[in-house]
């Protein structure tokens, strides 16, 4: 049982350039979820899924797109990546419980943006 | 608009000592609140978490409490190790049905030997 995996771990891209980051999880949760985090500022929800096939905004959903064919992954892409998208991005799931809120978080990936 | 805040960037505390990590919030229909752990390099984990129907939820040397009227958590760890030294982040939640979490920006927690 891994729980949340994220792949790349580091990533290096040069302005306008695109990339794709994966999550996966093996819990089978419905709900997925990207944030961004950066320097003094918590973290940012950016897009997330309530079940597969589906997706919404979160806070700071500008540019940036999601897809979640599969219930298990959640893809995040930067279509024309720019430097102020150089964060430490996360991933993480959680379960429909109805009393319980509680998200699992990925490793995280460090992109940075040239 | 900042809806969870933790207003103090960073505490530093004995080991043995009491750890108190406060967070506060300005939107009245947080129904749910999770306090998360984070190490360089990894990503957060879950600590514990506390409904708005209750005051107090205890898990060991971690307790968090709850002020509805106040608008006010705080997450009470004792005695605290070194082991505790991360940040530690704040969340709520409203309940929507996406389960989606706000966050604070995070207390760095260092324990002294």
């Known amino acids: 049982n891994a729980g949340v995996t994220q792949t790349p771990k580091f990533r290096v891209l040069k302005t306008g350039q695109s990339m794709t980051l994966l999550c996966a999880q093996d819990m089978n949760h419905e709900y997925m979820y990207w944030y961004r985090q950066d320097p003094g500022m918590g973290l940012r929800l950016i897009h997330y899924?309530?079940?597969?096939?589906?997706?919404a905004k979160g806070e700071v959903p500008d540019g940036y797109n999601v897809s979640r064919l599969k219930k298990q992954n959640f893809l995040l892409g930067l279509e024309s990546a720019a430097p102020s998208q150089t964060s430490v991005y996360f991933c993480?799931?959680?379960?429909?419980?109805?009393?319980?809120?509680?998200?699992?978080f990925g490793p995280g990936t460090r992109l940075t943006v040239t | 608009d900042q809806q969870v805040k933790q207003n103090s960037p960073s505490l530093s505390v004995q080991e043995g000592r009491i750890s108190i990590l406060n967070c506060d919030y300005t939107n009245s229909m947080f129904d749910y609140f999770l306090w998360y752990k984070k190490y360089p390099a990894e990503g957060p984990t879950f600590l514990i978490s506390?409904?708005?129907?209750?005051d107090k939820n205890e898990d060991g040397r971690f307790t968090v409490f709850l002020n509805k009227s106040a608008k006010h958590l705080s997450l009470h760890i004792v005695p605290s190790q070194p082991g505790d030294s991360a940040v530690y982040f704040c969340a709520a939640s409203v309940g929507s049905g996406s389960e989606k979490l706000v966050f604070g920006k995070g207390t760095k927690l260092t324990v002294n030997p």
């Open positions: 899924s309530v079940g597969e096939g589906t997706t």
């Open positions: 506390i409904s708005s129907i209750k």
């Open positions: 993480a799931s959680s379960a429909i419980t109805g009393d319980s809120y509680e998200q699992y």
